[in-house]
Each structure stands twice: as C-alpha cells, then as structure tokens.
C-alpha cells in the first residue's frame, strides 16, 4: 500500500459548520475588538477606569475567539504557517495588557499603550485574515499513508 493517497472529503453538513464556526469567530473578534478599542480609548482619557476589569474579560474571550480560529487553521492544509503566526501574536496581546501599566511608567507611558492598542489592532487583522482564508479553502483533507 505504499504511495497511497486517501482522500476523505467532509459531508456537506460539516463543512457548513465549520464555515458557521469561523464566522461566528470572525464576528467575535469584531465584537469584542470593537469594545475593547473603545474602553482602551475611555481609559487613555481618564474615563470609565472601573471597567479595566472588564476590558481584561473581553480581551481573554478575544484572545479565545482568534484561538478557535489557529484550530481550525492548523487542521485545515495550507493555513498551518499563517495560523501559527496568528496563535504567537494573540500570545503577545495579553502579555501586554497585563504588564502595560508597569512598563515605562510615568510621562512616555503613552508609547506603551500605543503599542497596546496597535498589537491588538494587527491581532484583529490577523484573526480577520485567516477567517477569510479559511472561507476559501476547500473542505477535502488529504490523509498521507504514513497516517494510517
């Protein structure tokens, strides 16, 4: 049986909810992005700074929802690269955010946020750009002989 190429092709019903899962992924990267942009921005003037603990809860469901979308990147052939790029960036996220306040403390604290908010502005583009490659790759799995 050497050189055999099985191919296994998912059902219909599966591959539309992997599609489901990845859009429902994609909306909550949206979703959470969104909010937590706008509480960043409320902080960074002063505002609303009872909500930080919010903010980290969104941020953790954020992080959550671009790893959801490494699975089904590092499962799907052709995304294993990208996928990993995307799960070392959302590891960066709340390393920041955690240690934001600590670092460079004082007057150039902004730098430090600026950089916050861009690595978490890059991680919504990035979880954006595998949804979409995930959207376009066909739903066969190639099983090598090896595999079996």
């Known amino acids: 049986m050497r050189g055999l190429d099985v191919r296994v092709t998912r059902s219909p019903d599966c591959e539309a909810t992997v599609k489901s899962i990845v859009l429902i992924a994609r909306l909550l990267v949206s979703l959470f992005g969104i909010a937590l942009v706008v509480l960043g921005i409320l902080f960074w003037t ?3 700074l009872s909500l930080l603990q919010v903010h980290m809860t969104l941020g953790g469901l954020f992080v959550l929802s671009l ?3 490494v699975v089904l990147g590092l499962l799907a052939r052709g995304n294993r690269a990208f996928a990993g790029v995307v799960f070392i960036w959302s590891l960066i996220v709340p390393v ?3 240690t934001q306040l600590s670092l460079l ?3 150039y604290h902004w730098v430090i946020q600026t950089l916050h908010l861009l690595v978490g502005l890059i991680a ?3 979880g954006h750009a595998l949804a979409r490659r995930l959207g376009r790759r066909p739903a066969a799995v190639v099983i090598s002989p090896q595999a079996l």
Do not use: Y
Request: glycine content about 26%; cysteine-free.
């Open 46 to 48: 002063g505002h609303a």
């Open 67 to 69: 790893w959801l979308l």
């Open 96 to 98: 920041l955010g955690v």
């Open 124 to 126: 919504m583009g990035l």
């Open 105 to 107: 403390p004082g007057r």
